[in-house]
């Protein structure tokens, strides 16, 4: 017997409502009724148009740019949902903004991913649902459960089917050694082998390549991340394997398409061939590149939701 809810109800914030109506496709759910606007001094304000009380609600808004505007969105869906009676709120946050703030790096600096778990919190949210957050621990910032998609077996489907007839041609690159972990997964998954690129970070998005650990001379390369935001390390990365391993092609996926300043630039100038990203932050019209492609997340979200509402396990989505 569910207890916490008489039915599903699925609202769209305005960062990705593109994903949050393929996620209602998956699974035939109705997108609430919600209007959304910004008065001209700036503020934010949310009209829901149907009854939640006692119902599982779930917001859908990647908290990506404009950060600030997109979290305060969030948050004052949630206070609206929660005055409202909702049986359940999950704030379903397919790409989690502040997260690379996860720890002090020197004196004085705040934990800026600490501070958002406790303003979900107070806002009411009763769960979240996320992907591939930049550092899991960041789970443990939270009072109330979270569930951590991956995106990695959507990736693993894709190169599989791409590559199906030269996988022993096929090698995994960590971008950086902060990314090893993750990498050997997806390594594993495909059943390749797996190089590391070493390099020194001098300061914020700007890194220098210093050495290739593996050998991938002639070799199919995939750099796996979990974000590009200005494509300084991912392109400088893609450019060392050409020209220092030797690589015969270097392709790339991340699942969060951050793309600030330019990016794009920096993605069409480098020996990128491919850089796929999952579409947890909307893609925008102004930021295309051939080099470039999207590849859905929402049957993942889809099921995951359905399986929060039936409180069934979701640990078969890690696989």
């Not at 969030?74 to 946050?93: E, H, N, P, Y």
């Not at 199919?220 to 400088?236: A, E, N, R």
Request: some cysteine; charged content about 25%; proline content about 3%.
């Amino acid at each position: 017997m569910i207890s916490h809810g008489n039915g599903i109800k699925i609202f769209a914030g305005r960062s990705n409502r593109s994903l949050a109506e393929a996620i209602c496709r998956e699974k035939g759910f109705s997108l609430g009724d919600a209007n959304l606007e910004t008065f001209k001094d700036g503020e934010n304000s949310v009209s829901i148009y149907e009854p939640v009380r006692g119902a599982d609600v779930f917001v859908v808004q990647s908290t990506s740019a404009p950060v600030n505007d997109n979290l305060m969105e969030l948050l004052i869906m949630i206070d609206a949902f929660k005055r409202a009676s909702a049986g359940r709120i999950t704030a379903v946050i397919p790409y989690f903004g502040y997260a690379r703030q996860d720890r002090k790096a020197k004196p004085r600096d705040p934990i800026s991913a600490k501070l958002v778990a406790n303003l979900l919190t107070i806002a009411g949210a009763d769960r979240v649902l996320t992907m591939d957050l930049h550092a899991a621990q960041i789970q443990g910032f939270f009072d109330i459960p979270v569930d951590n998609l991956l995106g990695s077996p959507i990736f693993v489907d894709y190169f599989k089917e791409k590559f199906s007839d030269m996988m022993d041609s096929v090698m995994v690159v960590s971008p950086d050694v902060g990314s090893v972990a993750r990498a050997r997964t997806f390594a594993q998954k495909l059943d390749v082998p797996l190089a590391i690129v070493d390099k020194r970070r001098q300061r914020a998005n700007v890194s220098e390549v210093m050495n290739l650990i593996g050998d991938v001379k002639d070799k199919h390369v995939i750099l796996l991340d979990d974000m590009v935001d200005t494509g300084g390390s991912l392109c400088g990365a893609a450019n060392a394997l050409m020209e220092i391993g030797k690589a015969k092609e270097v392709y790339a996926c991340a699942t969060h398409g951050v793309l600030s300043g330019s990016a794009v630039e920096n993605i069409n100038k480098s020996a990128l061939k491919e850089v796929v990203f999952l579409d947890t932050i909307q893609a925008d019209p102004k930021k295309k590149s051939e080099k470039i492609k999207y590849l859905s997340v929402a049957h993942m979200f889809a099921e995951a939701i359905e399986r929060i509402y039936e409180e069934v396990s979701i640990s078969k989505l890690f696989l």
